[in-house]
C-alpha cells in the first residue's frame, strides 16, 4: 500500500471517531476498530476509505484473529491509536472484583494486548503507537478507584514500550485528555461537575472531540518522529494548575 496505515481502536464514535477522520483528511489509509458492531458500521460510512472491523480489544484470541485480518487487507500497519476505554466510576466499597475487572480488561488489558499483537507489523514499518489515558491517570480523585488507576497504568504502559521498542524504530507516546463531551463523559458527569471543572480548568471549558485527535495525529505523524515515551496532556491546562484551590484562582 502506498498509503500509511492507521488503527484505531473505540472509533465507533467520539474521539475515536475524530481520530479515524482526522488521519483519513491526512491521506492516511484507516482501520476503524470498536465492539459496538452497529455503532461502527454508521461511523465507518462518515470516514472515506475506512475499513471497520468488529472486535473487543480485552478479548485475545479476537484480537489475534484482528491483526490477522488487518494484515491481509492493508499488508501494513504504521499507527496504532488504543483509544478504546470505558469510564465506571464508584467508590472503593463498591467497587467489587467484577467491576474492577471490568475496568482494567478494556482500559489496560485491551492496550497491552493489542500493542503485542500489532508488534510485527509495527516493526516492519517502524510505527508509532499512541495510548489515550486520561487527567484521571495524571491526578487522582474520588469514584476513580478503578478507572484512574487503569488509566495510570497506561501511562507508565506507555513508557515500558518506548523504552523497549525504540531499538526497532518504534515510537510509544501517551495522550491524557481533559474533560471531553462525549458519551463516555456525560454519563459519568453531572452539571455540578461539569461547573466545577470550567472553572478549575485555566481554558475554563471542556475540549472537543477534534482537539484530542489533532494531538494524537501529531504523535502518530513524521512530524514527532524524535517525541517517545511522553505524556501529553490536552487538558486545557488543568494539569498544570498543580494547587487548585479555588481561593488562590482569584
Ligand atoms: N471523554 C472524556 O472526557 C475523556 C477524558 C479522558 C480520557 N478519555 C479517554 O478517551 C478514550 C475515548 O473516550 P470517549 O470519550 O471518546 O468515549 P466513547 O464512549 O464516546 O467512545 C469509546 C468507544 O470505545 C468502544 N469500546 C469500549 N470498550 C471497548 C472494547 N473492549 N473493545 C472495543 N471497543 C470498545 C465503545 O464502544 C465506544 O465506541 C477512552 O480511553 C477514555 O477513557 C475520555
Redesign the pocket.
Known amino acids: 500500500m502506498d498509503r500509511k496505515c492507521a488503527l484505531i481502536?473505540?472509533?465507533?464514535?467520539?474521539?475515536?471517531l475524530a481520530t479515524a477522520k482526522i488521519l483519513s483528511d491526512r491521506g492516511w489509509a484507516v482501520a476503524m476498530?470498536?465492539?459496538?458492531a452497529p455503532?461502527l458500521a454508521d461511523a465507518a460510512q462518515v470516514v472515506p476509505d475506512a475499513h471497520s472491523f468488529a472486535?473487543?480489544?480485552?478479548d485475545p484470541v479476537a484480537v489475534a484473529q484482528l491483526l490477522r485480518d488487518l494484515t491481509d487487507q492493508f499488508g501494513q500497519l504504521d499507527a496504532l491509536v488504543n483509544?478504546?476505554?470505558?469510564?465506571d466510576f464508584g467508590p472503593i466499597s463498591e467497587t467489587d472484583f467484577d467491576r474492577w475487572r471490568r475496568v482494567m480488561?478494556?482500559?489496560l488489558d485491551?492496550v497491552f494486548l493489542m500493542s503485542q499483537a500489532a508488534l510485527p507489523a509495527l516493526k516492519k514499518s517502524r510505527g508509532a503507537i499512541v495510548n489515550?489515558?486520561?487527567?484521571?491517570g495524571l491526578r487522582a480523585s474520588t469514584l476513580r478507584v478503578a478507572?484512574g488507576t487503569s488509566?495510570a497504568a497506561v501511562i507508565h504502559l506507555t513508557k515500558q514500550q518506548a523504552a523497549e521498542l525504540g531499538e526497532h524504530g518504534i515510537r510509544a507516546n501517551c495522550v491524557?485528555?481533559?474533560?471531553?463531551?462525549?458519551?463516555?463523559?456525560m454519563a459519568v458527569h453531572t452539571q455540578d461537575i461539569i461547573d466545577a471543572y470550567h472553572d478549575a480548568i485555566p481554558l475554563n471549558r471542556y475540549g472537543t472531540?477534534d482537539e484530542?485527535a489533532a494531538a494524537i495525529a501529531f504523535l502518530c505523524s513524521a512530524e514527532a518522529s524524535y517525541i517517545t515515551g511522553q505524556i501529553l496532556a490536552a487538558d486545557g491546562g488543568f494539569e498544570a494548575t498543580g494547587v487548585g484551590l479555588p481561593a488562590l484562582r482569584k
Do not use: M, Q
Open positions: 481502536t473505540g472509533a465507533a464514535r467520539g474521539i475515536g476498530v470498536d465492539r459496538d455503532a472486535c473487543d480489544v480485552s483509544n478504546a476505554g470505558i469510564a480488561a478494556t482500559n485491551g489515550i489515558a486520561s487527567i484521571s478507572y488509566k491524557c485528555p481533559g474533560p471531553v463531551r462525549t458519551k463516555l463523559a472531540e484530542v
